[in-house]
């Protein structure tokens, strides 16, 4: 219950760019569950899935969290590390592909959609 309570703020639209500040286009939806965690849904710019994770903030490390994301369909998918920025709303993200292939790590930050 605690975590459900402190970061339910979270719960909302984002929109995704990259580290530079570009925006990819995409976005990103945080729904929280009853047991506090988040489901998470990146979308594309037209608003098809893109790839699904779930979010666990912390509850000894305040403002981080980690995510287990899978791209749909495919078979790619890895480990998410968020760090959530209260004074700007942003999350923060680095993601590491886990599944076959090459070693990719790359970064976004989410930025709050208007409410």
Do not use: C
Request: charge should be positive; charged fraction near 25%.
């Amino acid at each position: 219950m605690f975590l459900r309570e402190k970061y339910g703020r979270l719960a909302g639209a984002y929109s995704n760019y990259r580290t530079d500040g570009t925006a990819t286009g995409g976005s990103v939806e945080l729904m929280q569950q009853m047991d506090g965690s988040f489901e998470v849904v990146g979308l594309h710019s037209d608003r098809t899935v893109d790839w699904k994770s779930i979010l666990s903030m912390d509850e000894k490390f305040e403002n981080y969290g980690t995510a287990h994301y899978r791209y749909q369909p495919g078979n790619n998918y890895g480990l998410q590390f968020i760090r959530y920025a209260p004074e700007t709303g942003e999350l923060h993200v680095r993601a590491v592909r886990q599944s076959a292939g090459p070693p990719l790590e790359f970064h976004h930050v989410l930025r709050p959609k208007k409410r």
